[in-house]
């Protein structure tokens, strides 16, 4: 299922960075609401970007770079990140 799942991220993420240029609409002069077609195309799929990457931000995020792990492995703690360290830098 994850591996599906990444082939299926993968080819989300082809198609939205290969739609990201309006190639279809190259030389053409169409003007809406006092803009270029293809200025708007770049808002509307800027529009979905942002709403396509919140959805893999919450369902996929780590897939592909997180491993499951075996049931018998214990899994690393993961940082809180309401806690603050001094480590490293000046101190605030």
């Given at each position: 299922m994850r591996r599906t799942e990444l082939g299926l991220w993968i080819a989300v993420a082809v198609?939205?960075?290969g739609l990201a240029v309006?190639?279809?609409l190259w030389g053409s002069a169409t003007v809406?609401?006092?803009l270029p077609v293809w200025l708007w195309w770049h808002v509307g799929w800027m529009g979905l970007a942002s709403v396509v990457f919140w959805v893999?931000?919450?369902r996929a995020w780590g897939i592909g770079i997180e491993t499951a792990g075996d049931p018998?492995?214990?899994q690393p703690e993961?940082?809180?990140p309401g806690r603050?360290?001094?480590a490293g830098g000046d101190p605030p």
């Open positions: 198609v939205l960075a309006p190639w279809f809406v609401a006092g893999f931000t919450q018998g492995e214990s993961r940082a809180d603050r360290t001094n």
